[in-house]
C-alpha cells in the first residue's frame, strides 16, 4: 500500500528553518501486546530520575497513544496536499 508520507527536518542553526521530504515509512505493532504491569511501572520511576518523563518510551498506555498519534499526524499527508503527489 502506498500511503505518502513526510518527515520534517528543522534547521536551528538557519533560525529554525524547516525542511520537508517524502519518506517510506515502516510501522510495527510491537507494542500493542507490551503489558504495562509492575515491572514497566518500576521501569519509568527509574528512567524519569535520569530524563524527562515526557521524553521517555515507558510511560502510560494512553500517554503513549497520544504521543504515537500526534506523531503520525504529524508526518502523514492530509488529503488537501495528496492531491500535489
Not at 503489558?35 to 500517554?63: A, L
Request: glycine residues 4%; hydrophobic residues 35%; proline residues 2%.
Amino acid at each position: 500500500m502506498k500511503i505518502p508520507a513526510r518527515a520534517r527536518r528543522v534547521n536551528r542553526a538557519a533560525g529554525e528553518e524547516e525542511e520537508w521530504y517524502d519518506v517510506v515509512l515502516y510501522l510495527g505493532i510491537v507494542d500493542t501486546f507490551q503489558d504495562y504491569g509492575m515491572k514497566k511501572r518500576i521501569e519509568h520511576c527509574y528512567k524519569t530520575i535520569q530524563h524527562n518523563s515526557n521524553s521517555i518510551s515507558t510511560v502510560h498506555p494512553k500517554i503513549y497513544s497520544s504521543r504515537f498519534q500526534d506523531f503520525i499526524s504529524n508526518i502523514f499527508l492530509s488529503r488537501d496536499d495528496d492531491l500535489s503527489l
